[in-house]
């Protein structure tokens, strides 16, 4: 089977736990306003790639990797489910540790022949970072073009699944670092059992130039970057309120 990849990052430390092999898929059907990847929105563009090949690419620095593994991301990794579920089968079989980077978005509970798939790759998914952009279903639909219902719901199917999470969230000012969506936030991700970390990141403006390479307007022009401080002090509201509810279900 091939898929259509966007890139590979032989080095990455950011992309979970140890040094590891990133592999972007192409085609993403959220569009996120402070998203610095746009390129990889297209879908069935960027080069075709077999999942042995991958494997065969992975293998090559396979000495760095003894505390990493493979991550998938995008794009959306899971607009090519059956492809990545192709890689993470061939991956486990080598022992590989496997992460999955995604929003979420493209689950549905009540899409049977789909989650039967993605039960099968939760089999062989060692890690998933899940990326909640905005709690709130409106503000979410504005900032990124669709309501977040359903990746509220892939947030509680990973943990029936009891698959290990790592939060991520991105601190937009004037968007997303309002501290009573900072505590709804953190109040229902302690209702998770699953979450093993939380990433409050800065918004930044590094993906500003593929915009105009792209010719696209971008969105966010005017807003400032956040700052560490915002970040850490966002991180703070979100982890009182997790222990909060956490407290509140013992």
Same mark, same amino acid.
């Given at each position: ?118 039960? +099968? /790759? ?6 998933? &970072?899940?990326? *909640? =952009?905005?709690?709130?279903? $409106?503000?979410?639909?504005? %900032? ?52 093993? +970390? /939380? ?6 403006? &590094?993906?500003? *130039? =593929?915009?105009?390479?792209? $010719?696209?307007?971008?969105? %966010? ?30």
């Amino acid at each position: 089977m091939n898929g259509f990849v966007h890139s590979t990052e032989s080095f990455g430390t950011v992309d979970g736990p140890g040094v590891r092999f990133v592999v972007f898929l192409q085609g993403c059907p959220m569009r996120c306003q402070y998203c610095h990847n746009p390129d990889t929105w297209k879908m069935n563009t960027g080069s075709v790639r077999s999942a042995e090949s991958l494997i065969r690419e992975y293998e090559r620095n396979a000495a760095f990797y003894t505390k990493g593994g493979i991550t998938v991301t995008g794009g959306e990794a899971l607009m090519q489910l059956d492809f990545v579920l192709e890689l993470f089968r061939l991956a486990k079989k080598k022992n590989i540790h496997t992460c999955l980077d995604t929003s979420g978005i493209t689950y549905h509970p009540g899409a049977s022949s789909y989650n039967e798939k993605l039960d +099968a /790759l939760m089999a062989v998914t060692d890690l998933v &970072m899940l990326d *909640i =952009k905005h709690i709130d279903p $409106e503000g979410h639909k504005m %900032l990124t073009s669709h309501d977040n219902a359903g990746i509220l719901a892939f947030a509680k199917y990973l943990d029936q699944k009891q698959i290990p999470v790592w939060i991520r969230h991105v601190v937009v000012p004037g968007i997303t670092d309002d501290a009573q969506l900072l505590t709804r936030l953190g109040t229902f991700i302690g209702t998770l059992n699953n979450v093993k +970390a /939380l990433d409050v990141l800065p918004y930044h403006i &590094m993906g500003v *130039i =593929k915009y105009k390479q792209l $010719e696209l307007p971008y969105p %966010l022009e005017g807003v400032p970057p956040a700052t560490k401080e915002q970040a850490a002090n966002a991180k703070k509201i979100i982890l009182t309120a997790y222990w909060k509810q956490r407290r509140s279900l013992q």
